[in-house]
């Protein structure tokens, strides 16, 4: 016979178990379905599910064209049987897809799948304010269908946008788009087929920091207007005006493995862009680049563009620390205005004539070919430049701090043991050249860091 402390003790420790499993055991998930007809108990309309879904619930969407605009606003899941046969149509809507976590307060978990997205008259999928969100296996395209969505450069003016000045405060141009994350965290833009848009994917800051997203395995191709993908700082929420407050910051996120082709060809888009939009201090800062390819874009293969700064008296942006490894880069145009390039440029990085320094870049194992500059580079910083294989056999790398008109010349390129296209440097008949004084290009190596580069390409 128990003693009664040790009776006591024990029917305390089961309660105590009992009460641990009621919390941290969450209730098991519904599934619910969605087909054209609404039937076999199934809804008609993704957003009727959706409304009367709970949390963690997933929802199965059949095949069929779905004319609507959904709005998440809970944890749940939403799950196409395929892109090639489920279709949200958001022809005369703002958006296929918005998951809102800007009304709903740390809104995590959701995840969309196996749709295609079209016609909306802005993004084909908004996320704002929202943590751990999946998008994959999905067709974003022919979005941006708005009439009067036009690049102009101020920081208002999205035309009809729902929000616009709340959650969005960012150049005109960038008012649509496939795919754009605002203020949010922890997220994968994955195995997406993203076409006909004005730019592929944005991940913006004007709610909060946008901070270790994963942006990965995309074919993002054809997006007239801008950027295939951008990372991009903008002012925030409630600054539309000068004095602009400093902005949030888009940090830690990688772009990897994505096929970003023909992009910002009508108006000007790199292929991958990391921009501070000159109102206010902006931040974009230990991002990394790597393993992409990035050909035949508008603005360059990589762009780093920030354009306030210290030679204006006003705070510098912070740009610093971000990684550029192992991309295929090819065929892209000049750079302009006040980040211009001598033609055709591979990746550029400009602080344009604000005088911001750039530190910190990592810029190696790229392969560069069919450019007029492989690397362009005008900073009041060192850049480091170092096992590329630049293989324009026009120039090299260049310091472009004059062409562009800039105030602050100061900077300096360590651009030692490149392969520059053959075993004599870039001194040498038939390699790619070295242009500018303050360009550090001895030692060099005499032959391709990566096998193959000389006349495969993307290897």
Known sequence: MQSAPRKFMSILSALCAMFVVGIFCPAAASTLCVNPAGSNGCYSKIQSAVDHAAINDVIHVATGTYKEYVTIGIPLSLLGA???????????????????????ARLHDVTIAGFTVRNAL????????????????????????????????????????????????????????????????????????ITGNADGVLISDETGESRGNLVIHNVVKDNPLECGIVLASHPPSGHTSPPFAPHHGVDDNTVADNISSGNGVQIGGSGAGLFSDGAGPGRVTRNVIVRNTL???????????????????????????????????????????????PGSVGININSGDGGTPVRGTVIS??????????????????VNVHLNDLLGAKIGVTDVCVLDGSKVCTGHIDATENYWGCAGGPEAHECSTA?????????????????????????
């Not at 022809?91 to 009304?103: K, S």
């Not at 035949?296 to 942006?317: I, R």
């Not at 194992?365 to 900073?379: C, G, H, K, L």
């Not at 001895?442 to 096998?451: A, D, F, G």
Request: net charge negative; hydrophobic share 35%; with cysteine.
């Open 295 to 341: 050909t035949s874009n508008g603005l360059g293969g990589v762009a780093l563009h920030t354009h306030v700064g210290p030679a204006f008296g006003l705070p510098p942006d912070d740009m610093d620390g971000n990684v550029i490894i192992d991309n295929f880069i090819a065929g892209n145009l000049a750079d302009l205005f006040d980040t211009k390039t």
């Open 82 to 104: 395929g892109a090639d046969s489920t279709v949200i149509d958001a022809t005369g809507l703002a958006h296929g897809i918005f998951v809102n976590g800007f009304d709903h």
């Open 365 to 382: 194992r790229n392969i560069i070919r069919d450019e007029d500059v492989d690397i362009a580079i005008n900073t009041p910083a060192v």
């Open 435 to 459: 242009s500018g004084s303050d360009v550090r290009f001895t030692p060099w190596l005499q032959r391709p860091v990566r096998s193959g580069s000389d006349s495969s390409g993307a290897n």
């Open 122 to 193: 802005f993004e084909g999928i908004l996320v704002v304010s929202a943590a751990d969100v999946i998008i994959r296996d999905s067709n974003i395209e022919n979005n941006d269908k708005s009439p009067t969505l036009l690049f102009t450069g101020a920081n208002t003016g999205c035309p009809d946008q729902p929000g616009n000045g709340i959650y969005e405060t960012d150049e005109t141009g960038d008012c649509g788009g496939a795919i754009h994350l605002v203020g949010t965290i922890d997220s994968i833009i994955s195995g997406n087929r």
